[in-house]
């Protein structure tokens, strides 16, 4: 992680307090569960690419 944190401004203890605020679960809306995924802020997403994560989508969750 330091290393391909390395040269951003980001330190990996700040990459990880962002990554931890990504939350994702089930809500049920007229007795329908649905998966749901927090609407990425932008430094979530520029995290995700220098770390060379993709970032989950609604697709992926639906088998939790």
């Keep these: 992680m330091a290393a391909r944190l390395k040269g951003t401004k980001t330190s990996v203890q700040t990459a990880l307090e962002k990554l931890r605020q990504i939350k994702a679960g089930h809500i049920t809306l007229n ?31 639906q088998n939790m």
């Design 31 to 61: 007795s329908v569960k649905k998966p749901m995924l927090m609407v990425p802020g932008e430094e979530n997403k520029v995290i995700c690419r220098q770390l060379e994560l993709s970032f989950p989508k609604i697709k992926r969750l």
